[in-house]
């Protein structure tokens, strides 16, 4: 599988790439914001940050958090590059609880056992495809596009799932990575592994932008 980015890009490509970026966490050496919004992050529990690896994640309620993203009703994109190192899950990867209600809670999980799964509460898609401990560094982007009303799972720069749904509506609660919605019936570990390159967007991305960030080395 591709390995995550080490270098930067062409700038005129760099540029386009900056458009609408609201959160950049490059996890190399902390958690410094490199987006133009210079949000602040906050770790819960003992989330290392390796040079040259990532942000490690050990699955025991361990998460990086920030206020919430007003994403409501909009296009938005979230971008990582992961590399799973639990087994088997169902693992939240990152989260944003406006309320427990229909569309209001946003989740991406690796569940079924290890498929990628975006919902919003009640308005959920996901992969046939499988994101495991074998497979190594993986690129993922999640994304929704209001003016089609569709939701778009893409891996190592392809689209792999797609499906019509409403858009989320939450704006308040916090945005946490690495930690698993806390739903009574469905079993689910914090996330495991290591997360790189954490990007979101406050619209969807082109196949373009997907496929050239896929690609970074």
Not at 8 to 33: A, M, S, W
Not at 113 to 131: A, E, T, V
Request: aromatic share 10%; with cysteine; net charge neutral.
């Amino acid at each position: 599988m591709a390995e995550p980015p080490t270098s930067r890009f062409d700038p005129e490509i760099q540029k386009t790439l900056e458009n609408g970026l609201v959160l950049h966490l490059k996890l190399e050496k902390g958690l410094t914001d490199s987006s133009s919004k210079n949000h602040g992050t906050k770790i819960i529990g003992d989330v290392k940050i390796e040079e040259g690896e990532g942000a490690i994640f050990d699955g025991d309620g361990d998460c990086i958090e920030l206020a919430a993203f007003d994403m409501a009703d909009k296009s938005f994109a979230v971008l990582m590059w992961i590399k799973v190192t639990g087994e088997f899950g169902p693992h939240g990867v990152f989260q944003q609880k406006s309320a427990g209600k229909k569309r209001e809670w946003l989740h991406f999980v690796l569940r079924n056992p290890m498929n990628p799964y975006l919902g919003f509460y009640m308005q959920d898609m996901w992969s046939d495809s499988m994101i495991r401990k074998i497979d190594g560094w993986r690129h993922v982007v999640v994304q929704y596009r209001r003016d089609k009303g569709i939701a778009e799972i893409w891996l190592d720069g392809v689209l792999d799932a797609t499906k019509r749904r409403e858009s989320f509506l939450g704006k308040s609660g916090t945005f946490q990575i690495g930690k698993a919605p806390s739903w009574g019936n469905v079993p689910m570990s914090d996330f495991q592994g290591i997360l790189r390159d954490f990007r979101i967007y406050d619209r969807s991305l082109t196949e373009f932008e997907i496929g050239a960030l896929a690609l970074m080395r």
